[in-house]
């Protein structure tokens, strides 16, 4: 019997926030060395449990502060939980925050060579799959140009290209369907749905609840931290907009 392909098991966030104001770079030195910081303790998750199956897509639904974002960096092993645990069975490939590990001095092409060996993958490889992500990311005219100088969707675009280079096992998207122009999107979309159909697992945070309902045959709800239903994507998506036309966000 296959495990599942993603488990989370009551996790739970917290954060350490500062919760008084200093002047300068120094004096926050100053009092980080003498234990003098005041924090204030913010839990962005709560026992929050669930399974995702191999080949499933599951949506994460949730107004602004809920701790969807919080929960796929939990699952994607860029936090630690405070408590509980995740395990994933299978490569992952987390878009989260496209290009945020670019670096902006280095021009596409150089940021193409240097994520792919971040990802593992040898030069050689890159190199035969290089024209194929410049195609997909429609960059040709700006591959010489350095990343400090692209729009967000310009970003986008290449990290996407980069991230679905190779078919992941598990795939983890946090609303970068909601960058770059609408011809872009689509073709995030039907890659999404290449990937889809050749079994690799998805889990999908987007604010647009049609995206969820397309994309998905299952939904978590999230709010302030806490699940608050799983069940099919429609009876989830149908249940959280009726709530979110009646509530504000931290309610």
């Known amino acids: 019997m296959l495990k599942p392909a993603i488990e989370v098991n009551n996790v739970t966030m917290r954060f350490n926030l500062a919760s008084e104001k200093t002047e300068s770079i120094k004096e926050y030195i100053v009092k980080l060395i003498k234990g003098q910081l005041l924090y204030s303790e913010f839990t962005a998750l709560k026992d929050v449990s669930f399974?995702?199956?191999?080949?499933?897509?599951?949506?994460?639904?949730?107004?602004?502060?809920?701790?969807?974002?919080?929960?796929?960096?939990?699952?994607?092993?860029?936090?630690?939980?405070?408590?509980?645990?995740?395990?994933?069975?299978?490569?992952?490939?987390?878009?989260?925050?496209?290009?945020?590990?670019?670096?902006?001095d280095l021009t596409a092409q150089e940021?193409?060579?240097?994520?792919?060996?971040?990802?593992?993958?040898?030069?050689?490889?890159?190199?035969?799959?290089?024209?194929?992500i410049v195609d997909f990311s429609e960059l040709n005219k700006f591959m010489d140009v350095p990343v400090k100088n692209f729009s967000s969707g310009m970003n986008a675009r290449l990290g996407f290209s980069i991230a679905t280079l190779?078919?992941?096992?598990?795939?983890?998207?946090?609303?970068?369907?909601?960058?770059?122009?609408?011809a872009f999107q689509k073709k995030c979309h039907q890659k999404m749905e290449e990937l889809r159909g050749d079994g690799t697992t998805m889990l999908f945070v987007s604010h647009?609840?049609?995206?969820i309902k397309n994309i998905c045959t299952r939904a978590v709800w999230l709010r302030q931290g806490e699940k608050v239903m799983e069940d099919s994507a429609d009876i989830v998506?149908?249940?959280?907009?009726?709530?979110?036309?009646?509530?504000?966000a931290f309610e």
């Open 51 to 104: 399974t995702v199956e191999n080949g499933q897509a599951v949506g994460i639904v949730g107004a602004n502060g809920s701790g969807k974002s919080t929960l796929l960096k939990c699952i994607s092993g860029i936090y630690t939980p405070s408590e509980g645990k995740v395990k994933v069975n299978g490569s992952i490939a987390p878009l989260i925050e496209l290009g945020a590990g670019f670096d902006p």
């Open 166 to 182: 190779v078919k992941p096992e598990v795939l983890i998207v946090d609303e970068i369907l909601g960058v770059g122009d609408v």
């Open 208 to 211: 647009t609840i049609e995206q």
């Open 111 to 132: 940021n193409i060579y240097l994520n792919g060996a971040v990802m593992g993958f040898e030069k050689a490889f890159i190199e035969s799959k290089y024209q194929e």
């Open 237 to 248: 998506c149908n249940e959280y907009t009726k709530w979110a036309e009646s509530h504000s």
